[in-house]
């Protein structure tokens, strides 16, 4: 069965530094391993989607790499409104539903 | 471009009750996905319809079920609610189902059943 863990669930940083999330999963047949961020209340916001070993990808302070049984998103001097729950999900091929992970919850502090 | 819209935004229901939440793609969308979310079980996923037809289930009980229009609104419906039915249900769209096509989520409808 696939299955997606991410670590850690909760992560305290100070504006500045700089830390990575991990998520690990075992999925029958990769067709893409995607993040998103959610904040409080809402619906999950695209990030990164990640197809094979060695893809990166990044935005702004972010920065998702992938091999072929984890992903990391990098935070690179994280700022205040960078504080969110991260999700990891992947999709196996031939199947469009995604599994997610339990979500990293990330606080930046000024 | 309008993001995915879903209504309503909250409901309170008692149980044994049935509720119906509403989904509208992005312009140009035709898949369309249902996820609930809950603080225990995280995000799960409910179905997936394109081009009028449910193509993917998830691990649900038969209470749970939904459609899709021609112009690809969805709707899902919850028969008889339950307490454990609390949660945040969440739609999300893609241009189709091919591998590169990206899942955009709206912003939820958070259901309490009293």
Known sequence: ?110 | KAGVTQTPRYLIKTRGQQVTLSCSPISGHRSVSWYQQTPGQGLQFLFEYFSETQRNKGNFPGRFSGRQFSNSRSEMNVSTLELGDSALYLCASSRDRASTDTQYFGPGTRLTVL
């Open chain 1, 1 to 110: 069965e696939d299955q997606v863990t991410q670590s850690p669930e909760a992560l305290r940083l100070q504006e500045g530094e700089s830390s990575s999330l991990n998520c690990s999963y075992t999925v029958s047949g990769l067709r893409g391993l995607f993040w998103y961020r959610q904040d409080p209340g809402k619906g999950p916001e695209f990030l990164f989607t990640l197809y094979s070993a060695g893809e990166e990808k990044e935005k702004e302070r972010l920065k998702a790499t992938l091999t072929k049984k984890e992903s990391f998103l990098h935070i690179t001097a994280p700022k205040p409104e960078d504080s969110a729950t991260y999700l990891c999900a992947v999709q196996a091929r031939g199947n469009n539903d995604m599994r997610f992970g339990a979500g990293t919850r990330l606080t930046v502090k000024p």
